[in-house]
């Protein structure tokens, strides 16, 4: 079985800079696709920047998301922060894992992680 978790959220002050790590822990998968998503207090969770599994850094605007190999992470660096950044944030991962042979697709979810911006 795939897990994924984030960590790395809490309180920052605005204009300040955080980073965020999603990990991906099992046996016999690979990664084709990891996304960052967040959830504002009230509002529709919304896509925050992503990147292929072969990446290495994908950049949209504030939002930079990097794989870190020797931790098995991705991670995702918002710069700039602003108190609209707030909001739960949780990272996809989509891929296939190998049961005897056969390579079947897992999208799965992690439990988030809460990041607070204050003006």
């Known amino acids: 079985q795939v897990q994924v978790a984030e960590s790395g959220g809490g309180l920052v002050q605005a204009g300040g800079s955080l980073r965020l790590s999603c990990t991906a822990s099992?046996?016999?998968?690979?990664?084709?696709?990891t996304d960052w998503y967040r959830q504002p207090p009230g509002k529709q969770r919304e896509w925050v920047a992503g990147m292929p599994g072969s990446g290495v850094t994908s950049v949209t605007g504030r939002f930079t998301v990097s794989r870190d190999k020797a931790k098995n992470a991705v991670n995702l660096e918002i710069d700039s922060l602003k108190p609209e950044d707030t909001g739960v944030y949780y990272c996809?991962?989509?891929?296939?894992?190998?049961?005897?042979?056969?390579?079947?697709?897992?999208?799965?979810w992690g439990q988030g992680t809460q990041v607070t911006v204050s003006s």
């Open positions: 099992g046996s016999s998968f690979s990664v084709d696709h």
């Open positions: 996809n991962i989509r891929g296939l894992r190998n049961i005897r042979g056969t390579l079947i697709p897992f999208d799965i």
